[in-house]
């Protein structure tokens, strides 16, 4: 199966007029008289108003005597109740397991000492309600009629909550299939780098799950972690809904009153700190088009700190909506969608980033932008109307965030959990409103800092590396690799052995697979595989005929979403459900002439391409491959990987994506790689190869170009 499959694959991916004012009754008819018409100045911003007045809705609070906090907000518009438990416990750090919590948060809805999953599943489902859990509390909500139903099942799961091996295993799998996912994802990559930088490997922001930590993760662990965590006296407990606090207090006694408080473990964390200068960090992606770029760094904010509005308003000017950032970089540069900041609180460490995708060649001019902004709005005060329009824009969301009576129960959580003052949000816009430029400016003299900041970059280094220095202090770019893990770039590959050149390399696989005597005897290879596609099964079937035919269909069912042929330097691609039809051309009709061979390693000094032995690469399965660059042509370079020991390729990184082989096996003495993962961005696909027939003897009609 050759990597042209990438292609087809991702095909698949893929104001009222005014109305009239009329009287009502007999109307007459008027003589039009001339009216002046206003002149308006569309360049000065409309006059800001005052800050409006916003009455924040009542909530009533009551404590059981396990500890646990109940917050009531009555909203009796529509017949339904919410539930929403958090549990304020110090974030663990979870060391070799990495994961477990998340694992144990899954796990609590998997059944019970009473209910099995799928009862749950089922009960839930009739009353037409929800239920969910993580490894920080519970939510759900039903009709109100429903209430003490949905209440038996959601203390059911949080009071007798029975983890089973098998639902962990489940969930095991799935975690593994998303970490794979994640490791061609930018952004994924990125965040998992970041959190490295800004908190260390030692603290619990900075420690990612991988692959060994998840396999390792126990049931014992999880159940655990549910004993020890799950307590009524660090819990809150936020109803909002069709309901009275008379109501609700024999309730939540009745269904919580049994929840036995106990002690919670507390913990103590290095405090991150900011670098001392700016430091460049890349992680390479050889085939990346687009850079991924963040400006980030650990920040001493908590919650209900004295600056927590202020920091709110000064973020919001650099980056927290479609203001400086946004219009700098995307209306006025054209060099990405977006670029937004943020500037968080926490508890423990808050954290500073502002990021953006953009293209290669722009990766370095916008960093100088970013930190640019970053540096005026320490250094220049904010004008007036740039200051109300942003403010404006604040209380008019925290003025709509109040239609949800939910943010009331928020509130009321938040003030619990952060000891904040009791008016904290009812003065809040008020607060907000008295807030001047210097005030900003002194915030942002406090908070942000570009020269203290780490530069990440997830994307291709040899195109964007060089331009990178200058940012750093030390004029030196540190590599890292998708795990967060450092690594010196000269010394990643190791030199090839001597005689070993790409050309010794590729005939070694060609022999590894079969030799070039076996594989000259195929003349035509039928290739059945299947995948499964956003919950939907997916069909491939490949058919090539030597020297240059190929056809291509992908389906699910009776269905065939799309087809390709290429015989002979012509090629058509044809979607049969829309009946839409085009010829192939340009670089796409060169690629498939490469695809339309059954083993194009033999042919690539044929096809005009050029290789090169880069040398020998280790990586996370510990096994060593040789790394070679394969030029195509104009814009067409690839990255392929050979097992040092079996001479099997195992990866292709190109334009298109990533394409990863697995699980050889012999097919009338030929190896075929009957495992094949794709990853196109975000999305990826793992098909499973159920057939491959050679020489059958496929007619030429059946490659006929249309």
């Known amino acids: 199966m050759k990597n042209k499959i990438i292609s087809i694959i991702a095909a698949l991916i893929i104001t009222l007029p005014l109305a009239a004012q009329v009287k009502k009754g007999k109307t007459t008819k008027s003589v039009e008289q001339p009216v002046a018409k206003e002149i308006i100045d569309r360049s000065i911003r409309p006059v800001a108003g005052p800050a409006p007045v916003i009455k924040i809705g009542d909530y009533q609070s009551f404590e059981l005597p396990n500890g646990l906090k109940v917050f009531v907000v009555e909203n009796h518009k529509i017949p339904r109740l919410s539930y929403s438990l958090v549990l304020d416990n110090d974030p663990v750090f979870e060391g070799e397991m990495a994961g477990y919590t998340g694992f144990a948060g899954e796990l609590l809805r998997k059944g019970t000492t009473t209910r099995t999953k799928d009862q749950i599943d ?8 929800s239920l969910n859990t993580s490894a920080s509390g519970i939510s759900a909500n039903c009709l ?11 203390s059911d799961v949080l009071l007798n909550s029975n983890f089973k091996a098998e639902e962990l295993e489940k969930i095991r799998t799935q975690s593994l299939s998303a970490l794979e996912a994640s ?3 930018p952004k994924a990559i990125s965040q998992r780098v970041n959190s490295i930088l800004v908190y260390g490997d030692n603290h619990p922001y900075g420690e990612n799950e991988s692959e060994e930590s998840v396999k390792k993760i126990t049931l014992d662990k999880c159940t655990e972690y549910y004993k020890t965590y799950f307590k009524p ?3 809150y407990l936020a109803i909002v809904g069709d309901i009275t606090l008379e109501q609700a207090k024999p309730l939540v006694e009745k269904y919580f009153g049994s929840w036995q408080r106990g002690d919670v473990p507390k913990a103590n964390y290095p405090t991150p700190k900011a670098p001392a200068k700016a430091t460049v960090v890349i992680v390479d992606r050889p085939t990346a088009v687009q850079s991924t770029i963040s400006v980030s760094y650990p920040v001493d904010l908590k919650p209900g700190s004295p600056d927590d509005i202020k920091v709110k308003l000064t973020n919001s000017i650099l980056g927290g909506g479609t203001f400086r950032l946004f219009n700098n970089l995307r209306e006025k540069h054209g060099w990405t969608y977006g670029a937004y900041s943020s500037l968080q609180a926490d508890k423990l460490i808050g954290q500073f980033n502002a990021s953006a995708e953009v293209r290669n060649p722009v990766t370095d001019s916008s960093f100088t932008e970013i930190l640019a902004e970053m540096s005026r709005i320490r250094t220049e005060p904010v004008p007036d109307d740039e200051l109300n329009m942003v403010r404006n824009y604040m209380m008019g969301n925290f003025g709509r965030s109040l239609e949800n009576p939910a943010t009331v129960a928020n509130f009321a959580i938040s003030t619990a959990r952060y000891n904040l003052p009791k008016d904290y949000y009812a003065t809040y816009l008020t607060r907000l409103g008295a807030l001047t430029s210097s005030d900003v400016q002194l915030i942002a003299q406090k908070y942000i800092r570009p020269d203290n900041s780490y530069l990440l970059v997830v994307g291709k280094a040899e195109e964007i590396a060089p331009k990178l220095k200058k940012f750093a202090k030390s004029g030196e770019v540190l590599y890292y690799d998708i795990d967060g893990k450092q690594y010196d770039p000269t010394k990643k590959l190791k030199p090839a052995p001597a005689g070993v050149t790409a ?6 696989y060609i022999t590894a697979i079969g030799g070039v005597k076996k594989l000259k005897k195929i003349k035509d290879a039928t290739i059945n595989a299947g995948a499964t596609m956003q919950g939907m099964p997916i069909s491939l079937d490949i058919y ?3 020297p240059d035919k190929m056809f291509m269909q992908v389906g699910s069912g009776a269905m065939v979403f799309a087809k390709q042929v290429y015989n002979a330097g012509k090629g058509i691609s044809s979607s049969p459900m829309s009946g839409e039809s085009k010829p192939i051309e340009g670089e796409e009709l060169a690629g498939m002439k490469e695809a339309s061979l059954i083993f194009p390693e033999m042919y690539y000094t044929s096809l005009g391409y050029t290789f090169e032995l880069l040398g020998i690469e280790e990586q996370k399965d510990q096994k060593q491959y040789y790394k070679i660059v394969v030029n195509k042509g104009t814009d067409r370079k690839d990255t392929e990987y050979y097992d040092v020991q079996s001479g099997l390729k195992i990866r292709n990184e190109g ?4 394409t990863e082989y697995s699980d050889y096996k012999p097919v009338d003495g030929i190896l075929f790689p009957h495992g094949m993962t794709q990853n196109m961005g975000p999305q990826t696909i793992s098909f499973t190869v159920s057939g491959i027939k050679l020489n059958s003897k496929l007619k030429d009609e059946f490659f006929e170009v249309k």
């Open 122 to 129: 089922e009960q839930v489902d009739m009353l037409g309600a």
């Open 544 to 546: 090539y005929k030597a």
């Open 233 to 235: 006296n660090v819990a």
């Open 503 to 508: 050309e010794v390399v590729i005939n070694n």
């Open 655 to 658: 334009k298109q994506g990533t």
């Open 144 to 154: 109100t009629r429903h209430n003490e139903a949905l209440l038996t099942i959601m």
């Open 183 to 185: 490791k061609t994802e």
